[in-house]
């Protein structure tokens, strides 16, 4: 949620960064630009100079950006993977789709990583039956499979505004709460009384290329 929120501020707060994602790196989230084929790509090296030589009144805010590597593991692409929207879409750039579920063993050894995936695909399937357009999407990275729903051009979101479209505003009414493992996640929103809790929302994120 943190790194979410530093994206929209990110976004709004230098126009040139609006291209700039949120992913699951190790154990945590970080923001990133930009997809290369290794550091040897010479667009990685310019867009990380560009990067670090942003002003900000007399600071340098990104000056130590650097380089990270991620895992997707491609594999065969399934007949309702994310990453087909590209195909269908292979000019539209950023392209969003609205992440609605995950599933992932979260460290306990409870669930294989078979699991994982066969339960997000049937959640899939489930919401396909019901005429609703999903994806589902397998991370190598970080063994968890994504559950996204709609595919956005770079109108889903306006830096500027921090607004939404009409379009993804209405995948979120639809799937007001973000579910991992199939349950709610819940988290508290009241720094003063951290037992109240509510409903972490979907969240907007670009499809994999």
Known sequence: ?????????????????EGAYVRQVGGGSA??????SGPTDPRAKQQL????????????????????????????????????????????????????????DLGSGELSLADVKQRAE???????TRGIEAYVFHDGGTKTSSVCVGVFGKDAYDPRSTLYSAEVEAVFRRF??????????????????????????????????
């Open 122 to 128: 049937s959640y899939c399937k489930q919401l396909r």
């Open 49 to 104: 100079d560009h990067v670090k030589q942003i002003v900000d009144g007399r600071t340098r805010p990104f000056a130590l950006a650097m380089l990270t590597r991620f895992e997707t593991n491609p594999g065969a692409l399934g007949q309702f993977d994310l990453r087909r929207a590209r195909e269908r879409f292979p000019n539209q750039n950023p392209l969003y789709s609205v992440q609605v579920a995950v599933w992932s």
């Open 176 to 209: 007001p709460k973000h579910l991992v493992n199939g349950e709610p996640l819940m988290l508290p929103f009241d720094k003063s009384d951290p037992s109240k809790l509510r409903a972490q929302p979907p969240t907007l994120v670009e499809v994999p290329k």
């Open 31 to 36: 923001v990133l630009i930009g997809t290369f």
């Open 1 to 17: 949620m943190r790194a979410q929120a530093s994206l929209k501020s990110i976004r709004s707060r230098w126009p040139g960064l």
